[in-house]
């Protein structure tokens, strides 16, 4: 594959995530969008810079001027600021959950394309074999060839995994 070859490869795999992702962000509501863009500023340092202002001036006002309209000890701040923290929460939450459901469906395209690698690796082993073979090169010292051209076993693996991890949690309570 010359270098030309590869770059037109890796620009239409950029350009088809791209198409996912703008696909993605079309279907979203204007109420999910504003959600994520609040909870991506609450995430900034201009947020908290904003806040120590805002309460500044909020105490400050009210602790040295004539006519308070919220008196020591800063009761509807106390309001304002859980009602603002309730708030904050939850879109903070829905925007995590829209990230865990967008991570787990690129989860599930990498599965797929994973298993689909997998295949064509199995078949391109298989010919590799068969050249061989008809070539008369003995493949009698290529370690576990039988494994590496059966088929892989999804459901298997899977089950290879829980195993697993239920014997490492098991030692870890130990």
Known sequence: MTSSTADDQVARNVAAVSRIEERERRRRTRIESAIDRLAAWAGRPSFAIVHAIWFAFWVG????????????PFTFLTLVVSLEAILLTSFVLAAQDHM???????????????????????????????IAEHTGVDLTRVPHLPELTSETRIDRLERRLAEADAAKAATTKR
């Open 61 to 72: 006002f009210n602790r040295w001027s004539p006519h308070p309209f919220d008196p020591y």
């Open 100 to 130: 865990t459901r967008e991570a787990d469906r690129r989860a599930k395209l990498d599965l797929q394309v994973d298993m689909l690698a997998e295949q064509e690796l199995t078949a391109i082993l298989r010919s590799v074999i068969a």
